[in-house]
């Protein structure tokens, strides 16, 4: 899948939308799938349980460290209890959207 359909633009940063498997074994983004209802999303994984949002805080630091960011800039936008999530990542939306699609290559 060419770009970052999983990812959108807005003020002051970008969303990512990603399927987050907690549990997984290890902390690690797994590529870039469609799902059924035709939404692109980034699937990642974590060794982190879905209690009390350990899972999300685990999902959250993953993404800084893939983005050279600092944890406080990635937050769960929607999706706090839910496998699909989005996160909003604060900063330069150019910037982002570019290393979001390398993520996806």
């Known amino acids: 899948m060419s770009g970052a359909a999983f990812a959108r633009t807005e003020a ?3 969303l990512l ?3 987050l498997t907690p549990r997984g074994g290890r902390d690690a983004i797994d590529g870039v799938a469609s ?18 949002g350990a899972a ?3 999902l959250a630091t993953l993404v ?6 600092p944890k ?3 937050t769960v936008a929607s999706g ?13 939306p150019a910037a982002l959207m570019a290393r ?5 290559a």
Request: no cysteine; hydrophobic share 50%.
């Open 12 to 14: 002051g940063g970008i």
């Open 17 to 19: 939308d990603i399927r």
């Open 35 to 52: 799902l059924a209802d035709g939404r692109i999303v980034l699937l990642a994984r974590v060794r982190a349980v879905p209690e009390k």
């Open 56 to 58: 999300n805080t685990a």
């Open 64 to 69: 800084a460290d893939l983005f050279d960011l």
């Open 72 to 74: 406080s800039a990635v």
């Open 80 to 92: 706090h209890t839910a496998r699909l999530k989005t996160l909003r990542i604060a900063g330069e």
């Open 100 to 104: 979001a699609a390398e993520l996806s």
